[in-house]
């Protein structure tokens, strides 16, 4: 879409693991709206993310019971496999893959049950997600090509400290002065 001469980008050489996709204002679809995905993966067979910025009501402590932590919020990580839990981390020492600077994905369940159980953790420094978004080769391509999504770079800070009501601007921020215009635009254009 080409709202107020919000440049085009070229997303055959963007797109992989550790970039953002930020929705663009008016995608419908209620499992992304105005949402932020973080890519960990992307290859000939498909992407995987986790959308960033859309907390459930949920606590760790809600879905395992024998986990104390009822201070870890779970977020929706997308619509596929909802019966699955995800790992973003900014701890090193905990292993995972490095997607991004400072951001891990993944943790083995001892090191979480450790983590966990020591306390030896900042709330900022793990999101957890029930589920996950992907695509099958080339359908994200194709998104992209008629505007879904625009493709950013992820910061440690975006990732773990940006409030998640907040996640969605300070991503189109980080496009560029040139992208600030979307800031405007309603989620729904019968609004405008």
């Not at 797109?15 to 209620?30: N, V």
């Not at 496999?81 to 090193?92: A, F, G, I, S």
Request: with cysteine; charged share 20%; proline share 6%.
């Amino acid at each position: 879409m080409d709202f107020f001469n919000i440049p085009k980008q070229d997303y055959s050489s963007e797109l992989s693991a550790g970039k953002l996709l930020i929705a663009e204002p008016f995608l419908a679809d209620p499992n992304f709206g105005r949402a932020v995905v973080l890519i960990c993966e992307h290859n000939e067979e498909g992407t995987v993310g986790f959308i960033i910025n859309k907390p459930t009501q949920l606590t760790l402590k809600d879905l395992l019971p024998d986990y104390t932590a009822d201070d870890i919020v779970l977020k929706e990580g997308g619509p596929v496999q909802t019966d699955t839990l995800h790992v973003l981390h900014r701890l090193p020492e905990l292993g995972g893959v490095e997607v991004a600077q400072g951001v891990y994905w993944g943790i083995t369940n001892t090191e979480l049950d450790k983590v966990i159980a020591e306390q030896q953790y900042n709330t900022q420094d793990l999101s957890l997600f029930i589920g996950y978004a992907g695509w099958s080769a080339g359908q994200l391509l194709d998104e992209l090509k008629i505007g879904s999504w625009y493709v950013g770079n992820p910061t440690e800070k975006l990732v773990f400290d940006t409030d998640t009501t907040e996640t969605w601007r300070a991503a189109v921020i980080s496009l560029g002065k040139e992208y600030l215009p979307l800031l405007s635009l309603p989620s729904n254009p019968q609004l405008n």
